[in-house]
């Protein structure tokens, strides 16, 4: 226990809370009705740097703190304003005792309708749940499909209904796609009912990774971080759970070819169904029909993002960076 504290103080040690000053991102308006979505003088806030790879937000109402983990470094780290930095959980997401891979930790997060925090765990490869305040250990929500242990899920979102949704991509793989240990052919997309029962719903695809729900529920958004096939796609949710035949919403390969940073990864929806998708250049803002509306240019390749707060407060990981900038308007979920 004394290792893990004193590991835990230099992890912090190492890290910077609102030491950077500089501006690390604009905005860039391709449509009017993205300055009625953000101010034109609003700028991404920098919290905390020095992270290895920060991704999975998630913002804790009853606790009014951001969690969001460092893939590299096997941790979920803790932000409150007035309070700064913590350790909330080492290891996050890979519990052996041997070196695994270059991204063995927890990866997307989400607090569930029951008030647990659900974690993508790459190392150990699977999907678990845990009270907030730690007690009572682990319990999975899926460790595997048809006996078959996943490659290393990476992202999820869970309906009011309570079915779950997660992806399967191979980054937290020794050698990723070309890992040994690899027991599932295809990088899916999986539904896990209130059961516990995981099904396949998407096998199609090269790079699945961040999902996201629409406000009615009706469309599940999957962001694919292939550079040659850049895409964000809706499928339609049917009445049993499942999915219809999927659909390219945007396609962001060409501004990966420009040469912007950063792939489609994690992504959100707000209460009027516009989507704030991470990807080349930043976070890009669609509306529910596709169309760019404009960015939240970002000087580094940015991962993923969450609503905060009252809602209107945009939490973002980037790189090395967690920041946050303020919208006029309220997210999914609030």
């Known amino acids: ?65 951001l969690l969001f983990s460092d893939v590299p470094e096997n941790t979920i ?13 080492n290891p996050s997401g890979y519990t052996g005792k041997q070196p695994y891979s270059l991204e063995p930790g927890s990866n997307g997060l989400i607090i569930n309708n029951d008030g647990e925090l659900v974690a993508c765990e790459h190392g150990d490869r699977r999907v678990t749940k845990m009270p907030m305040n730690g007690g009572g ?46 027991e599932i052919d295809v990088f899916g997309v999986y539904k896990v009912d209130v059961s516990g029962k995981t099904e396949l719903v998407i096998k199609d695809l090269s790079r699945p990774n961040g999902v996201a729900l629409s406000p009615d529920e009706k469309i599940l958004y999957v962001a694919q971080s292939d550079p040659e096939k850049a895409y964000i796609l809706a499928y339609e949710i049917k009445s049993d759970g499942t999915l219809g035949e999927g659909s390219i919403l945007y396609d962001a390969t060409p501004m990966v070819k420009a ?13 009027n169904g516009n989507i704030f998708t991470t990807g080349p250049g930043g976070i890009l803002v ?49």
Not at 14 to 38: G, R
Not at 160 to 178: I, K, Q, S
């Open 286 to 334: 669609l509306t529910d029909k596709g169309e760019l509306l404009g960015r939240i240019e970002i000087d580094e390749a940015t991962a993923n993002c969450a609503w905060g707060d009252d809602g209107s407060v945009l939490y973002i990981t980037s790189d090395m960076y967690v920041g946050k900038i303020q919208t006029k308007t309220i997210g999914k979920g609030f």
């Open 77 to 89: 780290y803790k932000y409150k304003a007035g309070e700064g930095l913590s350790v909330f959980l």
């Open 259 to 271: 040469g912007y940073k950063g792939l489609p990864d994690g992504l959100k929806t707000d209460k």
């Open 137 to 182: 250990g682990k319990f999975p929500v899926s460790d595997n499909w048809e006996g078959k242990r996943f490659n290393s899920p990476n992202d999820l979102v869970q309906a009011a209904n309570g079915t779950y949704y997660f992806t399967d991509p191979p980054y937290g793989l020794p050698n990723r796609e070309n890992a040994t240990t690899r």
């Open 1 to 65: 226990m004394e290792l893990i504290k004193t590991l835990a103080i230099i992890m912090i040690a190492s890290l910077s809370v609102n030491a950077q000053q500089k501006s690390i991102s604009k905005l860039i308006s391709e449509n009017p009705k993205f300055d009625e979505l953000i101010d034109v003088n609003a700028k991404v806030e920098i919290l905390a740097d020095g992270f290895t790879w920060a991704e999975g937000p998630v913002w804790d109402k009853k606790e009014k703190c």
